[in-house]
């Protein structure tokens, strides 16, 4: 029998608290009288909350607004300035890093080229774009409350040790997590990009409401992530969603060759693939996504149209084995390419799929602006570094 645990003032104090800060963060600076409303609270109940935010920190007198007979109401809101968060898109050819506010304000940027060079190490790299893009900020990196990196890759809760990114040479030994944590002296958790593009999409995107879903990237390298019950499964190993090494008919395995080389779905659908695929149907360009989007711009001609299909039934192959194993309530669509082909290209992936598999789930394209990845990582640090933060203001 479950024990029963008594709703003590100090409990019943961290509850408001919570909600109170859930509030300002949901619908920006309150008045007391409207905050209270929103919580059910009374009006010293509330007062009392807000003087108890204030001395923690943690809220902040935004201003003055005007009402009837020239009375005027104090508004509160979250102090921005009361934690910072770090996320980082860490790509063969740069580090792409964002510094985040507590209310989710970025604070700065930094871009730090040619990641991954011969004789430096990942730690290195890492210090460098997190130490540029809190000199950009205005703050020093021990105010950082988290740091979140995204790579393209898996990291096995086991050892430690990065997988599935041979594109990253510098970045494969063991305890990876605990050297970068060593050097830079803040918590770090280092996610791979997919799982972090997936989290932006659950919180901003084409996901919101949806507790089972996949979230496809297809770009110069396959990948996918898995939201299961509401949480992202991340395998055994940390490789869940690694689908581009998924074995595919007419493609060779990783038996059949080197494991540094193309093979299975990567070799049928990743981007060199569909660059020579578009070749064959006459469309280029100085990059894949420019090549998918001169064919999406003839959608409505045969020659466009013919490069679509082709490029949906490659990508639909992938998908299909994913959807008959979990029949997801939605997939969306990411990632440069796939993003290039436009709604031409998402109406024939979501065809071919249909026509595969018995579960048919709808397909979305991503809605999320600018870098999915970067916009995971700051969702992801900020949500922990909140649940600490406003759990923290009574003691236990």
């Not at 469309?283 to 490029?311: C, H, M, N, S, W």
């Not at 192959?317 to 008959?324: D, I």
């Not at 709808?362 to 992801?380: D, F, K, M, Y």
Request: overall charge negative; charged content about 20%; aromatic content about 4%.
């Amino acid at each position: 029998m479950a024990e029963h645990i008594p709703g003590t003032p100090q409990l019943l104090r961290a509850i408001n608290d919570r909600a109170a800060l859930r509030a300002l963060l949901e619908h920006g600076p309150l008045t007391r009288p409207e905050l209270g409303d929103l919580i059910g609270l009374s009006k010293p109940t509330a007062s009392q909350l807000l003087t108890r935010l204030r001395e923690a920190g943690l809220v902040i007198l935004h201003g003055r607004r005007g009402g009837s007979l020239g009375r005027t109401a104090e508004e509160y809101a979250i102090n921005p300035r009361a934690a910072f968060v770090c996320g980082l898109d860490v790509t063969p050819n740069r580090i792409q890093t964002v510094v985040a506010d507590l209310a989710g304000g970025i604070a700065g940027e930094y871009r730090l080229p040619a990641p991954s060079r011969a004789g430096v190490k990942a730690a290195e790299e890492i210090c460098s774009a997190v130490a540029g893009a809190c000199s950009a900020a205005g703050i020093v990196s021990a105010e950082l409350s988290r740091i979140v990196v995204g790579v393209q890759g898996a990291v096995d809760p086991a050892t430690g040790r990065l997988n599935y990114s041979r594109h990253l040479p510098g970045w494969h030994f063991t305890d990876l997590v605990g050297d970068v944590e060593a050097r830079v002296g803040t918590r770090i958790e280092i996610e791979n990009d997919v799982n972090l593009a997936a989290l932006a999409e659950a919180a901003h995107g084409a996901a919101q409401g949806y507790e089972n879903f996949v979230v496809m990237w297809g770009g110069s390298g396959i990948g996918m992530a898995l939201v299961l019950g509401g949480r992202l499964h991340r395998g055994a190993g940390g490789g869940a969603g690694e689908v581009g090494y998924l074995p595919v008919p007419g493609q060779a395995t990783a038996r059949d060759t080197v494991r540094s080389a193309n093979h299975g779905l990567q070799a049928l659908a990743g981007g060199a693939a569909v660059r020579t695929l578009l070749r064959s149907h006459g469309f280029r360009g100085a990059y894949t996504a420019a090549a998918v989007r001169a064919a999406a711009a003839k959608a409505a001609e045969p020659a466009g149209q013919d490069a679509l299909r082709d490029i949906a039934i490659r990508v639909a192959t992938g998908l299909a084995a994913v959807t008959a194993v979990l029949d997801p309530e939605l997939v969306v669509l990411t990632g440069d390419i796939l993003l290039a082909g436009g709604e031409p290209l998402r109406e024939l992936v979501e065809h071919e799929l249909h026509r595969m598999t018995i579960p048919r789930p709808p397909l979305r394209l991503s809605v999320i602006e600018g870098n999915p990845v970067l916009t995971g990582a700051v969702e992801h640090g900020l949500e922990l570094t909140r649940e600490e933060l406003f759990g923290s203001t009574v003691p236990p």
